[in-house]
């Protein structure tokens, strides 16, 4: 995992997912089934205009150099809409399951053969569901290369992709919003 922007930004981050209450710490299981005394909805940051605004303003200076962005359905596609918003670029949203009515597809937007795809996510966990976005991503041509999500929970996300031969990068790492607790 790469961590982008400056401490300043990335402190700034962590801080506007604590306050505003994204950050939970108890007890919990994870979409992995996995247990974790810390739970992360970004929803509740991007639920907020000014919030998904800041956020979208941080993806939005990691982009790079892509024609398209994506995201899986629900929880990236406000940051997805909103950073192509900031960029002007296309975007694609997946779905999680294929659908058994209308078209059947699993991605709504355009794809070409060739189009260099960054995936947006909200949290990295064990990295299951943007390994699946990625394979989805190629299935239709893409080339994937890097994954920027707003928090990596350092749980073997980052290595999982990287074995796809994907960079992850985030926002903030969960050290950070431990550290931010205080």
Partial sequence: MSDVG?????????????DCGAV??????????????????????????????????????RVG??????????GAVPLVVATALRVGLPFVILRKALRDHGTRQRLEGEVRPGDRVLL???????GGSAVESVHLLREAGAVVE?????????????ERLRSDGVALEAL???????????
């Fill in 24 to 61: 939970r710490f108890g007890e919990f299981t994870l979409t992995s089934g996995q247990r974790s005394d810390v739970y992360i909805d970004v929803k509740r940051a991007w639920t907020d205009p000014g919030r998904l605004s800041t956020l979208a303003g941080a993806l939005a200076g």
């Fill in 120 to 126: 947006i996510e909200d949290v990295v966990s064990t």
């Fill in 172 to 182: 903030v790492s969960m050290e950070e919003l431990r550290g931010g607790r205080a």
């Fill in 146 to 158: 890097r994954a920027l999500a707003v928090v990596d929970r350092g749980m073997g996300g980052g």
């Fill in 6 to 18: 400056s401490a300043a930004e990335r402190t700034a981050t962590a801080r506007m997912l604590l």
């Fill in 65 to 74: 150099t892509v024609q398209r962005l994506a995201g899986m359905e629900l």
